[in-house]
């Protein structure tokens, strides 16, 4: 269990709104990443972070935004949702003990855009 | 570029059968390969993880995996199915670039094991 919370775990918004999903650890990881999954899609990368004030663009990047001013709380903002947004969000921490580096995963965020 | 395979969306066995999930994956350097599982509307969970410091790895719930680097696989197997092995695996290739580290995953492939 790496401390990893994201609120909310559900939310059902309308088509044009802005929506912010939260993800929270609580042991200082570096890395953090939110991914969205789909069916036949896997997980994949939206934004990334490598620090506070440092993020990058996944290969999903457009319609978010990604914000982390303080080390334990990386936001994913939706400007305006669509309907191609509905999805289960998932944020991620990178491990940074050992050599393997392995991810662990929040619970996860159903969003449904109307 | 790295890339990884998954090349069944969906496999069946009867309880009690060994269980074969196949990956391919596709790297400029030497990977670090990962196999996690996701139950229905849970979170994901880490299996076991390929690091080089042996090829064949064992993780969790009795799975093992072995990475082959003359087939570019890696290959999840379990001797015997359970019930509680029904869920979605996917396969992971971690990616290291200068300042940075993402991880690409497969499509996924959904496990049923029937009684």
């Known amino acids: 269990d790496a401390g990893i919370t994201q609120s909310p775990r559900h939310k059902v918004t309308e088509t044009g709104t802005p929506v912010t999903l939260r993800c929270h650890q609580t042991?200082?990881?570096?890395?953090m990443y939110w991914y969205r999954q789909d069916p036949g899609h896997g997980l994949r990368l939206i934004h990334y972070?490598?620090?506070?004030?440092?993020?990058d663009k996944g290969e999903v990047s457009d319609g978010y935004s990604v914000s982390r001013s303080k080390t334990e709380d990386f936001l994913l903002t939706l400007e305006s949702a669509t309907s191609s947004q509905t999805s289960v969000y998932f944020c991620?921490?990178?491990?940074?003990?050992?050599?393997?580096?392995?991810?662990?995963f929040g619970p996860g965020t159903r969003l449904t855009v109307t | 570029a790295q890339s990884v395979t998954q090349l069944d969306s969906h496999v069946s066995v009867s309880e009690g059968t060994p269980v074969l999930l196949r990956c391919n994956y596709s790297?400029?350097?030497?990977?670090?390969l990962f196999w996690y599982v996701q139950h229905p509307n849970k979170g994901l969970q880490l299996l076991l993880k390929?690091?080089?410091?042996?090829?064949l790895v064992k993780g969790i719930n009795g799975f093992e995996a072995e990475f082959k680097k003359s087939e570019t696989s890696f290959h999840l197997t379990k001797p015997s199915a359970h019930m509680s092995d029904a869920a979605e695996y996917f396969c992971?290739?971690?990616?290291?670039?200068?300042?940075?580290?993402?991880?690409?995953f497969g499509t996924g492939t959904r496990l049923k094991v029937l009684a």
């Open positions: 991620a921490i990178r491990g940074d003990r050992g050599f393997s580096y392995e991810q662990y």
């Open positions: 972070s490598y620090g506070v004030k440092d993020t």
């Open positions: 390929y690091t080089s410091a042996a090829t």
């Open positions: 790297s400029s350097y030497s990977p670090s």
């Open positions: 042991e200082n990881h570096r890395y």
């Open positions: 992971v290739v971690s990616v290291s670039l200068p300042g940075t580290y993402k991880y690409i």
